[in-house]
């Protein structure tokens, strides 16, 4: 798993937190990049999630639908909704 930095001049990689700049050349950005055109662990490409909770289908949380991996949204303070975190 991914996550976008707030200067979006490359990504952070969950697992150990490191910094993976946007570089053609850079082996963690290129299997970064293989990531991202991979489907989605969450939802295994499916694009909806079941929620046991509510027993509802929902869209993928990890995803939002896309069914591929997608890399979590820079903090920027604020939650998408615009409420304060
Ligand atoms: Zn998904």
Redo the contacts with the bound molecule.
């Keep these: 798993m991914y996550k976008e930095t707030k200067e979006k001049n490359g990504v952070t990689r969950i697992v150990d937190n490191a910094f993976i700049p946007v570089d053609q050349s850079n082996t963690d950005y290129q299997a970064y990049l293989q990531w991202t055109t991979k489907?989605?662990?969450?939802?295994?490409?499916?694009?909806?999630?079941p929620n046991l909770t509510t027993q509802m289908i929902e869209t993928?949380?990890?995803?939002?639908?896309?069914?591929?991996?997608?890399p979590i949204p820079a903090d920027n303070g604020t939650s998408p909704l615009g409420q304060p975190v």
């Design positions: 489907f989605c662990e969450v939802c295994e490409g499916m694009g909806v999630y993928c949380p990890s995803c939002k639908g896309s069914k591929l991996n997608t």
